[in-house]
């Protein structure tokens, strides 16, 4: 057995013995030894194989696997640029807390710096993002070697999810592999100076056990005025219940990725933005994990005047890092915020959710908050719904009325629109429990249309990809650089506005699709067959007028909020 063959095979068996399911591979020669291994893998039912032509692709696809499941994915690709088109991703999952293995392939040491084809320096590629690094020796027909690639293994699954001391998030495995790089034929093809077996009973070399450190009690009030903010959540976070027995005891504003979402205030983002919005201010925040999508949360954030505390295990110091105003991380005692502050909360937000539905009912207002809001009502129980960034998740928080009975992703570690379709294609595969959804702009489509493309022999998931199409980058118009007095540099610097036809499109790459002219016609649309894969539900809409339309919404549920006695 060539050395490479061999190496390989033991990362493989460790990988599935560390409870590794699924792997996303990208094809290349370099990582050759990994390919055959994990083809055996899957053909013998220890792990389900997903291959990609894109890293980029793979990268997120192995994001969204491991975003849905709470468990380590690893992607494995070549050397060069291939490694580096995995950064995305890697960022991504450093910031989202997600534990993405980013396996790359390397020529040996030896070859770095001396004009080897396709050869790059791949230790540090990834800068400060993973939580390890871990790069392996080539190697070697010698015994006594599989001891410390078994051992890499076991402590890169331990660190990407958290369990060794540090938050979860990605880990990089580079690994050197000399030639020759294909199995061997033929008699003794299979002989190694040692037994290749690992631990008696399939177990891990190395178990890491979960961390369960006690923390300290926060050194809140529990009867002042408190808001409860709810923001997304590390993939491996304990998944709290909707909320503590009895219920939070204070108002709760959250973000659709957020556990607390389903019992969260419909239009806390709207109310923290009103003029009348110091009625409601509270003297101190309870933050359950990270909140980015709203302004007048960040400013309430910021506010001095205003004690914020933050729960443990929802942050990540190490990672996206916290709001500079945090005063302290630790279990918050029950809360039993004034009955009459809280009664204010769920007055305001019952007067403005019904100012909301009014203007959202009018086919003048926003589509993209109208598609939000009928898109979240019409899901099925049990379903799946991956938010696009940009304005997708910010339609849902603004304009959907929360609910239980969906669980919501999105890429809120950085925020880019990148890889999108992987994503969603990757917690599809990992959902399992029910149908999936994704709303998407079309920019976010076009950014990553190889997520659509499947190889026959790969498995697909039925994903309904909805995108709310109007021809351009519709949240900058919402922006400063939106403005009247930018327009004239506006429409192709921040606009982009494109001519592509998505059924043409879809066509070619044997996806699914429908079009949706009318928002009554969205329901039968989402109706999907089993076994049916990806469709592309396209919802055509415009960009004119969309910086008004969201003036006039914000402007009107302002005027109902303070209309109120």
Same mark, same amino acid.
């Given at each position: ?70 468990? @380590? ?130 177990? &891990? ?13 926060? &050194? ?117 915020? @004034? ?14 959710s019904v100012a909301l539905d009014k203007v959202l009912a009018e086919p003048s207002a926003p589509m993209g908050l109208r598609l939000a809001a009928a898109l979240v009502e019409a899901l099925p129980p049990g379903a799946l719904l991956t938010l696009g960034s940009s304005n997708p998740v910010r339609d849902v928080s603004l304009a959907a009325r929360p609910r239980a009975g969906l669980t919501v992703l999105a890429n809120r ?153």
């Open positions: 057995m060539h050395p490479s063959t061999a190496q390989a095979e033991v990362l493989v068996d460790e990988l599935t013995r560390c409870g590794v399911t699924d792997v996303v591979l990208c094809p290349g020669s370099r990582n050759a030894p990994l390919s055959f291994a994990l083809h055996r893998a899957d053909a013998a039912r220890r792990l389900r194989l997903h291959v990609r032509i894109d890293e980029r692709t793979g990268g997120f696809l192995a994001l969204g696997l491991a975003l849905r499941s709470g468990w @380590p994915v690893p992607v494995v690709c070549t050397s060069g640029t291939a490694a580096a088109n995995l950064h995305p991703a890697v960022l991504e999952a450093s910031y989202a807390g997600v534990p993405l293995l980013a396996l790359t392939a390397d020529r040996p040491p030896e070859l770095v710096g001396t004009g080897a084809n396709q050869t790059v320096v791949q230790t540090g590629l990834y800068a400060g993002a993973p939580r390890l690094e871990i790069s392996l020796g080539v190697a070697r027909r010698d015994a006594g070697q599989q001891d410390g690639w078994r051992a890499a293994v076991s402590r890169a699954v331990g660190v990407a999810l958290g369990r060794a001391g540090m938050p979860p998030g990605p880990v990089h495995v580079n690994l050197p592999f000399a030639e020759p790089l294909v199995p061997e034929v033929g008699p003794g093809a299979g002989d190694w100076p040692e037994p290749l077996s690992g631990r008696q009973g399939n177990a &891990p070399w190395t178990t890491y056990p979960p961390s369960g450190q006690p923390t300290a009690r926060l &050194p809140l009030d529990p009867a002042a005025p408190t808001l409860v903010l709810g923001g997304a959540l590390s993939a491996t976070s304990a998944r709290p219940p909707d909320a503590p027995p009895g219920g939070w005891g204070a108002p709760v504003v959250a973000e659709p990725s957020s556990p607390l979402w389903p019992g969260a205030l419909r239009t806390g983002p709207w109310l923290l933005d009103s003029p009348r919005a110091d009625e409601l201010r509270p003297t101190q925040v309870l933050l359950h994990g990270r909140p980015t999508l709203h302004r007048s949360v960040a400013r309430l954030l910021a506010d001095e005047t205003v004690a914020v505390y933050a729960v443990a295990g929802t942050v990540d110091p190490a990672g996206a890092g916290l709001p500079r105003s945090v005063r302290a991380i630790g279990t918050p005692p029950p809360l039993r915020a @004034p009955a009459d502050w809280t009664a204010r909360w769920a007055d305001a937000d019952a007067t403005a570690g950085v925020a880019g629109i990148d890889g999108t379709v992987s994503t969603s294609t990757g917690a599809a595969l990992a959902h399992g429990s029910g149908p999936s959804y994704a709303l998407l702009g079309d920019l976010t489509l076009l950014h990553d249309t190889t997520g659509l493309l499947l190889g026959p022999a790969e498995p697909r998931p039925d994903l309904s990809l909805v995108v709310l199409n109007d021809a351009g980058g519709g949240v900058f118009s919402l922006l400063e650089q939106g403005g009247a007095e930018y327009s004239a540099s506006f429409e192709r610097v921040f606009g982009t506005p494109h001519q592509v036809w998505l059924e043409g499109l879809c066509a070619g790459m044997e996806v699914g699709y429908q079009k949706v002219r009318e928002l009554s016609e969205l329901a039968p649309a989402l109706a999907t067959e089993r076994g049916r894969g990806i469709q592309v539900i396209e919802v055509p809409a415009t960009r004119e007028g969309l910086r008004d339309g969201h003036a006039a919404l914000r402007a009107t549920v302002q005027c109902a909020f303070g209309a109120r006695e």
